[in-house]
Structures are given as C-alpha cells and as structure tokens.
C-alpha cells in the first residue's frame, strides 16, 4: 500500500475516534487491514495534520507511548485527562473500559 493512501486511511479512522475512547497502533493497522503494522501508524501519527486527535491514540498495554519529546507526552496526558480518561499511579489507563472499535 502507498505510504500517503495507507497515512491518510490512518488519519481518518482517528478522526472517528469519540471523546474520551481510545485507539491503540496496533488495532488501527489491524482494522485497516494491515495488522502487523502498528509501527507505520505511529509514524503517521507523526505525520498528523492538526485536525486528527493525535492523543486518542496510546499503547496496547494502555500507557501513553514513550518517546523522546516528553512535552509531547504530557501534552497528551493532558488532553485525555481534559475529556475525562482517568490514569492510575503508574500512568495506566482502564483500555478495557475505554478501547473504542469502529461499528459500536
């Protein structure tokens, strides 16, 4: 699949994503049809235009996914919290209660 259609299928599908749900990278490719691919997401989630909720987007083990820039990180905490997703001591969220899948 063309990088540019396979980064635009990504953004649109994390445009879809309801306040307060979340996403994880891996799920996302897996729904697109490319499981196996959760390392191309996050290189569109890079890549992301403003209008796509970067932040409903975390780790399958439901952390927010370390990298380099942890402005960016908090950045994220701060947003999930600000619609209601709770984090508990060590910065896990509830991913059971809070996975959101496309068709609910």
Do not use: K, T
């Amino acid at each position: 699949m063309n990088p540019e259609c396979f980064y635009r299928q990504v953004w649109a599908l994390v445009r879809r994503i309801p306040r307060g749900r979340v996403m994880f990278y891996g799920q996302i490719a897996a729904v697109l049809g490319c499981p196996g691919r959760a390392r191309a997401v996050g290189f569109a989630m890079r890549h992301a235009p403003h209008d796509v909720p970067w932040h409903r987007v975390v780790s399958a083990r439901g952390i927010i996914s370390p990298r380099p820039d942890r402005e960016s990180m908090a950045e994220q905490r701060r947003r999930l919290e600000a619609e209601g997703v709770p984090f508990d001591a060590e910065g896990r969220l509830p991913l059971r209660d809070l996975l959101w899948e496309p068709g609910e």
